[in-house]
């Protein structure tokens, strides 16, 4: 961020006079905080809007069969983990299971 900001900083302040130095660096910062932090607040509600979206899609598509298949996959999970193989290693068939549910 700093190889963004100082050369944007520089151009801003480079014409003018040294009475004028020290008001528009404060201006500049405020309105660089300002447009991030409206940023950041418009991307944690497109994402929140979004993961509830999808959290209706994946509890859409449940249905008693896919309970009978996760009931089992999960079965076969704890015997998985009873061989000693890692947590990545016997998420995979539930993750194979939820990724064939899911509308493309």
């Not at 040294?18 to 528009?24: G, H, I, N, S, V």
């Not at 405020?30 to 940023?39: E, H, M, P, Q």
């Not at 209706?56 to 000693?84: K, M």
Request: with cysteine.
């Amino acid at each position: 961020m700093a190889c963004f900001f100082m050369p944007v900083t520089a151009i801003t302040l480079s014409g003018l006079t040294p009475e004028r130095l020290a008001a528009a660096s404060s201006l500049s910062n405020f309105v660089r905080t300002l447009a991030g932090s409206i940023g950041t607040s418009i991307t944690t509600t497109l994402w929140t809007d979004r993961e509830s979206m999808r959290h209706s899609y994946l509890a859409e598509s449940i249905t008693p069969r896919l309970c009978g298949l996760l009931t089992s996959a999960s079965a076969s999970t704890q015997s998985l983990a009873l061989a000693w193989l890692s947590h990545s290693d016997t998420a995979m068939p539930i993750r194979f299971l939820i990724r064939k549910q899911t509308p493309p």
